[in-house]
């Protein structure tokens, strides 16, 4: 399994005057079975996009991702849902779904037409539910749960899709600390113990510097750097991503790299 | 974790009804089974009650010749085709709804919402006052009345321009651009049917205000007859849609990453819905508050998930106005009361009990 985009572009819709508003322009990346990939940039650089991009939900303007090499568009929406699942930033169901209804509406690229789902299916979203630690929570009111819960109820539905590939768009942007490390926690055994491969699109670098074993930095739509956590993760780099000026040094008693952003640069 | 964790499971197992634990099979089983009597009971019970009473031994006997026969006549003649239209209205107005809510992520919508019905109550209304000044019976298209045509007519003038509002920047529809632009054409095909009463006589008024409070008494069962393909085409869209609708009141994008053609299930559930509800108005008239009420009061019994409520929703919403229908034909008789005023009366206090349960 490897997920690759080549070359990829997007535009958003033009604008009165202005033309084609481009979001993303001429980006490439390799993402390697079993890695944990980090997606770093500033507000409007395009992560999202290019997640969506890579999950198949947009389609790029110029260039193309594959999987396998072989290319999202010749796949139906539910080949590329089977393989490849997204946990977006927020989700606001309109209707008050419990939350292992969320979780099988998991299993929905794998289920025919009209067929319901079925004791496998149940298996599977239980499974899922005990893997996030939210089994406790199945029959609870998905709205009523806070947010570190609806996160991992979310990530349960994810797992659901049984797929090779998990996109997270900020998992944990609205989550505080503890559920933070918690979120953490589950994304690494998930990667480690079921060889899930991750794409975590994030503002956290100190998530990404735990989590993350490379990171694709972008600015402005483009890939302003890309390699090991290591290799990119420097004060060098963090200046010209963000115009920030950081501490980046290696904690031990963590075992990763940290950043301690000291100021805006001038 | 360990904190909440603990909190969430030291809490009060959560209390049952509302969170069904069953499989979905067993829980749509049920429902149809349930709903599926009570609608069947509605249809069979209600053309019996009325003003004049009859019974229904009288009623199937074969002995007696069908001209000599009265309870027979009331009962197939002057009731059923009554009672069938208020099951299919009532069935097809709470199945749009569930679709539209749904769709657009709005427990509050209606399947007036888009303007759908508005614009098929100007096609009705144009009809009714011009009725004498013009050949309105050239109108008349294949089955229907020319009423019904011109508000078939209305209804997808009034969609496609919604329609092509809400796609007009790009191939997925804009929920919120359709909410917006059926909530606008609305109110100004409202000011256009205040328009075309005012210029109407006192007849013309009162057939207008008439049709617009709704009315089941079709005639016969060659009005039914003529809504039914419709009505038949709609239900054959709807048994696509719900799992996608499922997913389609995530959001477009939750709803995509798992699967789901987010631009064709739109088209789907819109043109679907669109649809049904025209046919429901243009054979009784805009009949409020059936396609809100229908599918909330099932959503509280059977849960929210959509492979259930359609089909609960299509069955309830059927017996819902059956017996709305038979309040108004018995509550006040020999007079009745417009039906459509006996289902505001109920879903107008009902949905501001939910507006206020939901704030």
Redesign the interface.
């Known amino acids: 399994m490897s997920l690759t985009a080549a070359g990829v572009s997007y535009n958003y ?1 033009r604008r009165a005057g202005v033309g084609p508003v481009p979001a993303l322009a001429g980006v490439s990346l390799h993402v390697a079975r079993g890695s944990l990939a980090g997606l770093l940039g500033p507000n409007g650089c395009g992560k999202t996009t290019l997640l ?1 991009l890579l ?1 198949g ?1 947009l389609r790029p303007a110029e260039g193309q991702v594959s999987l396998d090499g072989q290319p999202l568009q010749r796949l ?7 393989r ?3 946990v ?1 930033q927020e ?8 939350a292992l ?2 979780v099988l ?2 299993r ?2 794998h ?1 025919g ?2 067929a ?2 079925g004791p496998a299916d ?1 298996a599977i979203a239980a499974e899922a539910l005990e893997a996030t ?1 939210t089994a ?2 199945a ?3 998905y709205m009523t749960l ?1 947010g ?2 609806k996160q991992r109820v979310v990530i349960a539905s994810a797992l659901a ?1 049984s797929p090779d590939v998990l996109l997270l768009d900020e998992p944990t942007a609205s989550l505080d600390l ?2 933070q490390l ?1 979120v953490a926690s589950l994304l690494r055994r998930l990667n480690r113990d079921r060889g899930v491969t991750m794409v975590l699109a994030t503002h956290d670098l100190n998530l990404a510097a735990s989590l993350c074993d490379s990171l694709v930095l972008l600015r402005e739509g483009r890939v302003l750097a890309d390699g090991t956590t290591s290799d990119v993760l420097t004060a060098a780099m963090v200046r010209r991503l963000y115009d920030v000026e950081a501490d980046v040094r290696l904690h031990q008693e963590a075992g990763h790299l940290t950043v301690v952003p000291v100021g805006r640069r001038p | 974790m360990s904190v909440t964790d603990g909190v969430a499971r030291s809490g009060p197992p959560v209390a049952g009804l509302a969170l069904p634990r069953a499989s979905v099979r067993t829980r749509l089983l049920t429902a149809v089974g349930g709903f599926g009597t009570l609608a069947a009971a509605a249809c069979i019970l209600a053309p019996l009650l009325g003003t004049t009473e009859i019974s229904l031994a009288r009623v199937f006997d074969r002995s007696i010749p069908f001209q000599d026969n009265v309870d027979a006549q009331i009962f197939f003649v002057a009731r059923l085709p009554r009672v069938l239209a208020a099951a299919l209205v009532g069935s097809t107005l709470a199945s749009a709804g569930v679709v539209f809510q749904a769709m657009l992520r709005n427990p509050l919508a209606t399947p007036f919402t888009l303007g759908v019905s508005a614009g098929a109550s100007l096609g009705a209304m144009l009809v009714i006052v011009l009725g004498g000044t013009l050949a309105t019976g050239a109108l008349a298209f294949g089955p229907f009345t020319p009423v019904a045509a011109a508000s078939l007519a209305g209804a997808a003038m009034a969609a496609s321009l919604v329609y092509w509002l809400a796609t007009r920047r790009g191939y997925a529809m804009s929920t919120s651009v359709l909410l917006l632009a059926g909530v606008t054409l609305n109110s100004f095909f409202s000011a256009l049917i205040m328009f075309v009463q005012y210029i109407a006589d006192f007849t013309q008024v009162y057939r207008a205000a008439r049709w617009l409070m709704g009315d089941l008494d079709v005639g016969g069962f060659g009005a039914l007859g003529s809504a039914l393909p419709l009505v038949l085409v709609a239900f054959a869209l709807f048994a696509r849609l719900p799992s996608s609708l499922n997913l389609l009141s995530l959001g477009d994008d939750a709803a995509a990453a798992r699967g789901v053609d987010v631009v064709r299930a739109q088209r789907l559930a819109f043109f679907s819905a669109s649809l049904a509800t025209s046919a429901a108005v243009s054979l009784a008239g805009p009949i409020g508050f059936v396609g809100i009420v229908v599918p909330h009061l099932v959503r509280l019994i059977v849960g929210v998930d959509h492979r259930v409520v359609l089909p609960a929703a299509a069955l309830f919403g059927a017996a819902f106005l059956v017996l709305c229908d038979l309040v108004a034909r018995t509550l006040l008789a020999p007079v009745e009361i417009p039906v459509g005023v006996v289902t505001a009366m109920i879903g107008g206090p009902f949905f501001l009990w939910l507006l206020v349960r939901r704030g």
């Open positions: 819709g969506k999950a939900v139906s929406r539910r080949a590329v849902a089977r490849i699942a997204v977006p989700t606001h169901p309109a209707f008050d779904y419990t209804e969320m509406m998991g929905h690229p289920l037409a009209f319901l789902e149940l630690g406790h929570l029959h609870r009111n806070s570190g819960e899709q503890g559920y918690d």
